[in-house]
């Protein structure tokens, strides 16, 4: 399983961006995938995650109403809206790939991709 994710860039706060996450390999019919964010001197935070098989999100309350995770009909891109930017909300965010139906932001995460980074100015 190979994730390649896209669609990071500068956007002015206010700003909306779409990320994707490309998925390629899987033979999984129950998957998940999870959206993280990384930022010079914290922790990785999990912001969504989807379960492919039961299209359930899970958000974080940071960006709970703001963000919103999907995908293709194919399972294939997963994308990460992301509106209402906030400069708290740059970093480097990763896909995440769950090969079980469910997800969570504190374990299960099988494989990780190379990362986008967003920044948002103020």
């Known amino acids: 399983v190979q994730l390649v994710e896209s669609g990071g860039g500068l956007v002015q706060a206010g700003g909306s961006l779409r990320l994707s996450c490309a998925i390629s390999?899987?033979?999984?019919?129950?998957?998940?995938i999870g959206w993280f964010r990384q930022t010079p001197g914290k922790e990785s935070e999990g912001v969504a995650c989807l379960s492919l098989s039961e299209n359930t999100p899970l958000y974080s309350d940071s960006v709970k109403d703001r963000f919103t995770i999907s995908s293709e009909h194919s399972r294939t891109p997963v994308y990460l809206q992301m509106n209402n930017l906030k400069p708290e909300d740059s970093g480097v965010y990763y896909c995440a790939f769950y090969s079980r139906r469910w997800c969570s932001f504190e374990r299960g995460m099988d494989l990780w991709g190379n990362g986008t980074l967003v920044t948002v100015s103020a």
């Open positions: 390999g899987f033979t999984f019919e129950d998957f998940a």
